[in-house]
Each structure stands twice: as structure tokens, then as C-alpha cells.
């Protein structure tokens, strides 16, 4: 009896001093709309493997969108990248919900002209102001014209309603997708967990990180304020893959956004690696490192 009850806190030692289990490496993308990052040397030297590209519903009835569009997915292609396409409003009709046919048929078009194009999601930080049912429509639409796609429920954005609203969708849509995209700027930024682990408990399915990424300036009108700077943003991009990305295996893949923020900067939003200046951030040099710590450990 003695040498049982020794044995027990022995075996405890013993599971205690095992490494915990790894979670596989996450997928590293960068979300931009702009195909210039693809000739970029330093993107290339990155060899990322994702892109994600947020992409009006009816992009191929627009002659010039579609020009611009070719041009992007040559440069993905051409770097070995694998796009995601979000699903978006359009700005000849901005407030108009497409049918889930006439989404389907986006669909379709975009993989008859690109057929490497597995990866969906039905629609842009839908939680903002779609409703659940009608987005759930979409997603049930898509992810049966095209089987052998992933089809993100939506992307989520990390707002107050996020985790109501994406229950609710699951109860109109009947089941729960495999994967969601999630944009967790606020948890970033703020150097928190909270919002992106309690999502994580409340929903089922796997999570992209379809945006995130440390804010160098913003003049969007929030009411919530959190430190922004090259410098802030280089920390932040070490928090995203040091502990938010860490949080659950269920995390696969992390898009950050954006590459560069084109000339002359964004008007009211700044999260890039590259300056207006074309000049490389502190952030760059923090994804250079994770980018090569992921590569030493396949």
C-alpha cells in the first residue's frame, strides 16, 4: 500500500515534466487586395503559403475589377500562394444582399476562370450587419455547389454581438461549418485572449484568423482606444503568434492584414509592413522570425 501511494506522486512528477503536446504549425498568409506584394522581394522571400483577398460578390461583371483581379491572382499564382476569397458588398449596389443563387453563380464563375480557387467565405464581418439566417443561406448554398472547397461559415469580427450571432446562425443554418474566419483585431491590440477563447468555447469548428495584425495608425471613428505605432505594431504581431495563435489547435491559419499601405497610406487605416515610404516596419522583422521558427520545425 505504502509503495502504491508513492508510485501516484512519481507518476505525477513524471506527466508533469513532459513537454505538452505541440499544436501544429499555423498556416501564414497576408491579406491584401493589392497584387504589388507579390513583387515584392521581401514578401517572396517569405514563401508564404496563403492570401486572402476581400472580393465584391459580383467582381466579374465589372471590366475593369476584373482586369485587377487577374492581375492579383497571376501574382498569387505565380508565387505559390493559395487564395481565400471573402465574399463582399458591391459598390454598384451597396446595401444589396445577392440570392444565395446569384452567389453561387459568383462562385462559379471565379473557379471556371480560376480553378485554383478552393477556398471561400460566404461573406465579410457578416456580424456587422447581415443577418445570421440570411448569411447561413449563403454559406449552406455554397458549400453544396462546391464539395470539394472550404467554405468558411463568414468572418467574423470581433464585436460585442460576434458569439450570439454566430449561434444563431448555426441554429438557422442546422449544423456548424468547419471552419470560421475570425477577425480579432480588438484581443490583438489590446494584448488579450479573452474575446478569441471565449469564441472558441462557445462555438464549434475550426478558426482562421482571416484578419488581424498590429495597427500603426487608425482614424475609423472607434470609440475604443489602444496604443497604435510601428513600434506597438511589431509587439503586437509577436502576441498574435506567441499566444493568440497558440490558444487551440482549432486555430489553423493566420492572415494578417496588410502588406503595405500603398502610396501615400491609407486614409483611415494603417496596419502595414511596409510604410508609404516602401520602407520595411519593425513588424516585417518580427514575421521574418516567426516565418523562419515555423520553417526549422517541419
Given at each position: 500500500?505504502?509503495?502504491?501511494?508513492?508510485?501516484?506522486?512519481?507518476?505525477?512528477?513524471?506527466?508533469?515534466?513532459?513537454?505538452?503536446?505541440?499544436?501544429?504549425?499555423?498556416?501564414?498568409?497576408?491579406?491584401?487586395?493589392?497584387?504589388?506584394?507579390?513583387?515584392?522581394?521581401?514578401?517572396?522571400?517569405?514563401?508564404?503559403?496563403?492570401?486572402?483577398?476581400d472580393l465584391r460578390w459580383d467582381v466579374l461583371s465589372?471590366?475593369?475589377?476584373?482586369?485587377?483581379?487577374?492581375?492579383?491572382?497571376?501574382?498569387?499564382?505565380a508565387t505559390g500562394v493559395r487564395p481565400l476569397i471573402t465574399f463582399d458588398r458591391s459598390p454598384a449596389r451597396?446595401?444589396?444582399?445577392?440570392?444565395?443563387?446569384?452567389?453561387?453563380?459568383?462562385?462559379k464563375g471565379l473557379r471556371a476562370r480560376?480553378?485554383?480557387?478552393?477556398?471561400?467565405?460566404?461573406?465579410?464581418?457578416?456580424?456587422?450587419?447581415?443577418k445570421p439566417a440570411i448569411v447561413a443561406k449563403w454559406w449552406l448554398a455554397l458549400t453544396k455547389a462546391c464539395p470539394t472547397c472550404t467554405v468558411l461559415g463568414t468572418d467574423l469580427l470581433d464585436k460585442p454581438n460576434m458569439i450570439p450571432w454566430a449561434q444563431r446562425f448555426v441554429a438557422a443554418a442546422g449544423r456548424t461549418p468547419k471552419v470560421w474566419g475570425l477577425h480579432n483585431y480588438v484581443d490583438a491590440n489590446t494584448l488579450s485572449t479573452k474575446t478569441t477563447r471565449k469564441l472558441l468555447t462557445s462555438i464549434g469548428g475550426n478558426i482562421w484568423f482571416t484578419e488581424t495584425g498590429g495597427i500603426?495608425?487608425?482614424?475609423?471613428?472607434?470609440?475604443?482606444?489602444?496604443?497604435?505605432?510601428?513600434?506597438?505594431?511589431?509587439?503586437?504581431?509577436?502576441?498574435?503568434?506567441?499566444r493568440l495563435a497558440k490558444l487551440s489547435p482549432r486555430i489553423q491559419r493566420v492572415y494578417l492584414y496588410h502588406w503595405d499601405t500603398g502610396v501615400g497610406g491609407g486614409p483611415t487605416w494603417d496596419s502595414g509592413f511596409v510604410g508609404p515610404d516602401g520602407e520595411a516596419r519593425p513588424a516585417l522583422s518580427v514575421l521574418q522570425g516567426v516565418v523562419a521558427r515555423s520553417a526549422a520545425h517541419r
Open positions: 500500500m505504502r509503495r502504491a501511494r508513492l508510485l501516484l506522486p512519481l507518476t505525477l512528477l513524471a506527466l508533469s515534466l513532459m513537454p505538452a503536446a505541440a499544436h501544429a504549425a499555423v498556416g501564414i498568409g497576408i491579406a491584401d487586395n493589392k497584387p504589388d506584394m507579390f513583387t515584392d522581394v521581401r514578401f517572396q522571400a517569405l514563401h508564404l503559403s496563403y492570401a486572402r483577398l465589372d471590366v475593369d475589377a476584373t482586369a485587377q483581379l487577374d492581375t492579383w491572382m497571376a501574382g498569387a499564382q451597396i446595401s444589396y444582399n445577392p440570392t444565395p443563387q446569384q452567389l453561387v453563380g459568383a462562385m480560376y480553378p485554383f480557387v478552393k477556398d471561400f467565405s460566404s461573406w465579410n464581418e457578416a456580424n456587422m450587419n447581415k500603426v495608425r487608425r482614424a475609423n471613428n472607434s470609440k475604443l482606444i489602444f496604443p497604435t505605432g510601428t513600434v506597438r505594431a511589431a509587439k503586437v504581431t509577436s502576441f498574435i503568434f506567441g
